[in-house]
């Protein structure tokens, strides 16, 4: 696995971004993906996963981004997405994109990319 995240920027609040998680190492597509992102002099949080094709895509929000961001992904493209849209200024961080590869009775090590910045202006 290696990540590598895209698509973070500046964008005012109630703006919309679109962050991409790719894998050139081709094997995202057995693995739960998730999201996290870290404020300035916080902890980093979880934001959204989605779990693999075996649990049916499953997905899961922190509840101050339900109902504003969309997590999905293209197995095919080695690709997870997290659509933002309704920006906030809390939403502000650098998000990550995390995968902890556990499948079917192995687990393979936990990788993260290098994070993207997002910068909501009020």
């Known amino acids: 696995l290696q990540l590598a995240e895209s698509g973070g920027g500046l964008v005012q609040s109630g703006g919309s971004l679109n962050l991409s998680c790719v894998d050139s190492?081709?094997?995202?597509?057995?693995?739960?993906v998730g999201w996290f992102r870290q404020a300035p002099g916080k902890e980093r949080e979880a934001v959204s996963c989605i779990n693999n094709s075996d649990y049916d895509g499953q997905t899961y929000y922190t509840e101050s981004v339900k109902g504003r961001f969309t997590i999905s992904r293209d197995n095919a493209k080695n690709t997870a997405f997290l659509q933002m849209n309704s920006l906030k200024p809390e939403d502000t961080g650098v998000y990550y994109c995390?995968?902890?590869?556990?499948?079917?009775?192995?687990?393979?090590?936990?990788?993260w990319g290098q994070g993207t910045q997002v910068t909501v202006s009020s």
């Open positions: 190492g081709h094997t995202l597509r057995y693995y739960a």
């Open positions: 995390n995968v902890d590869a556990y499948y079917s009775g192995t687990y393979y090590g936990n990788y």
